[in-house]
């Protein structure tokens, strides 16, 4: 049965194979030549960095700030 | 009138936003028929979860049907947490992340919806058919092998939507919860199909077939659950909060090491088992590695929080998201030492394991599905939550019942464990020994179902939309000195 074992470390390997594939797809793309833009790419007009989007309902009017 | 390039930044401004309620309405039928299918299951696996407890204390309770004797029960509870309530919940989760990530509508409005009615089809029957006793007894995937072909096809029609949003995604950057989502979604069908392969086929026998359900069953939680959940924290804690992660770098860093460590990690489950000991020191190896993404993670999640504590006072989403991150850190730890061969010969085969396992798919993943849902399903269906006081008995019944569970079969397990390693103490007096703990396990799973309760009274009126009306673009949102940057994140 000794082959099977490396059919599924092969498999493994397969797994961690398809990670490093993604990574330098991604450094190719430059994903991350600028990390601050995509961390902040979850934000938009609407929803700026300082919005605070969840609250407890009716807790407050809607555009009162949290203390 | 030359100037015509003035009113093209305005215009992509009521694009974005409108495109953002667009997104969440487009999810609207898929996500909340995923949810509310998750809700259903979490509340039947609750009741199965309660039978079996309580038979660890009271074996004569329900034992004259045979279709709940505890070897069918178990079983089919994990089941329907597995694959009803945490992956229905985790799938909505995802699908609503991706769109929204990617800034595109939900594509396949009837298909997508198809899997929801295929997906529980399938965990019904499983259940069904383990009650009836036609489980497999393999463990983590005890459901009969044909279900593979259903799930199947809701997978692919999963991977088909992702990937369609994911080509025409409007943002520039790829978020560190996208990398997150492709892990889950990628990895996750070749492990079942792989797995389905070796274990129901004469491809692996005897020994080898424990490798293989071991490496199979360990990776449904480390490359399915763990991604998703930990993708919905990575969105979640800075949208809530309103702040960026506090290092981007750290982020990617932790996801790259979970990618490439984890799915080594399963074979600690057979540390002592007749395998090659190459083969598990292999699976240590991969364990104790997996400290790198651990500690990435809990540092950047914390930093991010840091000086905004206070919020969890006023966030029901931001309370279950945090402590499901902080149970993430502790369960990971703990797997990571717990896969020593030191530690491991004294809690393999007792209760400390079974308290790991809820720590893992309980405290950290339902506790961040809980926080997702606070926050998706009010954007769906345009309400508010209906009662703040029934998202309080939610939070503080499953956050204690857990730690409840958690701190007494640890305990019970740990000391189990070193009783069983001492041959001279009859094996009776240790089981009469864990029984008062089995009772704290069962009013653990009473304060919890009673949580899951009030979580499903409170989804209920939400589907009634019982809750006030929530119109406009800024859903939920209170803008906090969020002037000064508009006007910069505008110029």
Known sequence: MAPFYFVLWGLAAVFGATAIAALVWSIRRGEFDNLREAALSIFDEEEPPGAVTDRFPGSCSGTEPLP | ?491
């Open chain 2, 1 to 491: 009138m030359t100037a015509t390039s003035q009113p093209v930044p305005p215009a992509q401004d009521e694009r974005e936003r409108l495109t953002r309620i667009q997104i969440d309405r487009s999810c609207r039928q898929t996500v909340v028929w995923y949810y509310t299918s998750a809700v259903f299951w979490l509340l039947a696996g609750s009741v199965l979860a309660l039978i079996a407890s309580v038979k660890m204390h009271t074996p004569g309770f329900l034992a004259d049907w045979e279709w709940l004797t505890f070897g069918r029960v178990r079983p089919a509870h994990l089941a329907a947490m597995i694959y009803g309530w945490g992956s229905m919940a985790g799938v909505g989760t995802l699908l609503w992340l991706q769109a929204r990530l990617t800034r595109n509508r939900l594509p396949f409005p009837t298909l997508l919806p198809a899997t929801v009615i295929v997906w529980n089809l399938t965990v019904a029957v499983g259940v069904g058919a383990i009650l009836a006793g036609y489980s497999t007894s393999i463990e983590w995937i005890e459901i009969p092998p044909f279900t593979a072909v259903l799930f199947g096809f809701c997978i692919a029609v999963i991977i088909a939507a992702s990937i369609r949003m994911f080509r025409n995604r409007e943002s520039r950057h790829t978020y560190v919860s996208q990398w997150y989502l492709f892990g889950a979604i990628f990895w996750f069908p070749i492990l079942y199909v792989s797995a389905q392969i070796f274990l129901h086929t004469p491809a692996a026998k005897g020994a080898v077939k424990a490798a293989a359900n071991w490496w199979f069953a360990h990776n449904v939680l480390g490359l399915w659950f763990t991604p998703i959940g930990l993708a919905t924290v990575y969105y979640l804690i800075p949208k809530v909060i309103g702040r960026p992660v506090h290092s981007y770098h750290l982020s990617l860093l932790g996801f790259w090491t979970l990618a490439i460590f984890y799915n080594w990690a399963g074979t600690h489950h057979l540390i002592g088992g007749p395998l090659p000991a190459w083969l598990i020191t292999v699976g240590i190896v991969g364990s104790v590695m997996m400290f790198i993404p651990v500690v990435t993670v809990a540092v950047n999640h914390h930093l991010t929080m840091v000086g905004h504590f206070h919020y969890l006072k006023h966030s029901p989403t931001l309370r279950f998201v945090v402590y499901g991150a902080m149970c993430y850190t502790a369960v990971s730890i703990q797997g990571s030492l717990q896969s020593l061969r030191s530690v491991n010969e004294i809690t393999h085969f007792t209760h400390y394991t079974i308290a790991h396992a809820h720590l893992g798919v309980y405290a950290f993943f339902t506790m961040v599905m809980f926080g997702a849902i606070y926050y998706v399903a009010p954007r769906l269906l345009s309400t508010e939550w209906h009662s703040a006081g029934w998202i309080r008995v939610h939070f503080w019944t499953t956050a204690t019942g857990m730690a409840l569970y958690w701190l007494g079969l640890t305990y019970a397990g740990w000391e189990q464990g070193r009783m069983m390693n001492d041959p001279r103490i009859p094996f009776l007096d240790i089981v009469r020994f864990t029984v008062p703990w089995l009772w704290s396990r069962s009013a653990a799973g009473v304060l919890m179902t009673a949580g899951h309760l009030a979580f499903a009274w409170l989804f209920w009126n939400m589907l009634r939309r019982r809750g006030a009306w929530l119109p406009g673009p800024t859903l939920l949102s209170w803008k906090r000195r969020s002037e000064p940057r508009m006007e910069g994140a505008a110029g």
